[in-house]
């Protein structure tokens, strides 16, 4: 009740300038939101951005996974099913797991759903979570900052499972970076991960420094099944 009076109240108060206001189209939104909440709402945008643009990558890479999913299952519904909003967090083909708790499905020799779908899941999950299941943020939104830092080592920890654990047939569990017919080494994976590791930590940061909140530094194992919590 009291951030929808203090919304309202801006809106009432500053209404009268912004009609004045010919120069450039205006937003009544754009009142209710603080500096951090543009910057946040940015970098989701961008996160969103690069966790589509990592899908579509990892489904041409590898092609079997989308044949193992239901039937008539697109690419598009795929995209659909990670990034719509609102969010769809159960999905039976997973168990019902999202977030995090989808991530051991990808590296489970066990697992015969869509290994592509199970990681973007996960990842799309945990960063959804990080940003406290928000596509959007407005005054007396908060954010956690040790959520944020936790989302960057765990990707990391991904990155690294993904190029180096393999199956009971020796086989990397879904293929990314690797090298072009024509002999050049394509790390175009690897560069989205470190993007996605950047924003994150250097949203981590931007919220630590606004609300005067440590951040505290943690290890992630990288074989182990284990992520940081969210």
Same mark, same amino acid.
């Given at each position: 009740m009291?951030?929808l009076?203090?919304?309202?109240?801006?809106?009432?108060?500053?209404?009268?300038?912004?009609?004045?206001?010919?120069?450039?189209?205006?937003?009544?939104?754009s009142?209710?939101k603080?500096?951090?909440?543009?910057?946040?709402?940015?970098h989701?945008?961008a996160?969103n951005?690069?966790?589509?643009?990592?899908?579509?990558?990892?489904?041409?890479?590898?092609?079997?996974e989308l044949?193992?999913a239901?039937?008539?299952?697109?690419?598009?519904?795929?995209?659909?099913?990670l990034?719509?909003?609102p969010?769809?967090?159960?999905?039976?083909?997973?168990?019902s797991?999202?977030?995090?708790?989808a991530?051991?499905?990808?590296?489970?020799?066990?697992?015969?759903?869509?290994?592509? =779908?199970? *990681?973007m899941i /996960? !990842?799309s999950?945990?960063?959804?979570?990080?940003? #406290?299941?928000?596509n959007?943020?407005?005054l $007396?939104d908060?954010?956690?900052?040790?959520?944020?830092?936790?989302?960057?080592r765990?990707?990391?920890?991904?990155?690294?499972?993904l190029?180096?654990?393999?199956?009971?047939?020796?086989?990397? =569990?879904? *293929?990314t970076? /690797? !090298?072009?017919?024509s002999?050049?080494t394509?790390? #175009?994976?690897?560069?989205?991960f470190g993007? $996605?590791?950047?924003y994150?930590?250097?949203m981590?940061?931007?919220?630590?420094?606004?609300?005067?909140?440590?951040?505290?530094?943690?290890?992630v194992?990288?074989?182990s099944t284990?992520?940081?919590?969210?």
């Amino acid at each position: 009740m009291m951030r929808l009076l203090l919304i309202s109240l801006t809106l009432l108060l500053l209404q009268g300038c912004a009609s004045n206001e010919r120069a450039r189209p205006f937003e009544f939104k754009s009142l209710a939101k603080s500096d951090i909440d543009m910057v946040t709402d940015q970098h989701i945008l961008a996160v969103n951005a690069l966790v589509r643009e990592l899908t579509i990558k990892l489904y041409k890479r590898n092609p079997r996974e989308l044949k193992k999913a239901p039937a008539g299952m697109t690419l598009n519904r795929r995209l659909h099913q990670l990034l719509d909003s609102p969010r769809q967090i159960n999905h039976a083909e997973l168990g019902s797991r999202y977030g995090i708790d989808a991530m051991p499905l990808v590296f489970d020799p066990e697992f015969k759903g869509d290994r592509v =779908f199970a *990681l973007m899941i /996960g !990842i799309s999950g945990m960063l959804h979570a990080s940003y #406290s299941y928000r596509n959007e943020f407005f005054l $007396l939104d908060e954010i956690d900052q040790q959520k944020l830092y936790n989302s960057a080592r765990n990707l990391e920890a991904v990155a690294w499972r993904l190029n180096n654990l393999r199956t009971p047939q020796n086989e990397l =569990f879904l *293929l990314t970076n /690797g !090298i072009a017919d024509s002999g050049v080494t394509n790390l #175009s994976f690897e560069r989205i991960f470190g993007k $996605l590791i950047a924003y994150q930590d250097m949203m981590a940061k931007i919220v630590a420094n606004k609300t005067n909140r440590a951040i505290k530094n943690v290890v992630v194992g990288f074989a182990s099944t284990a992520l940081l919590p969210i």
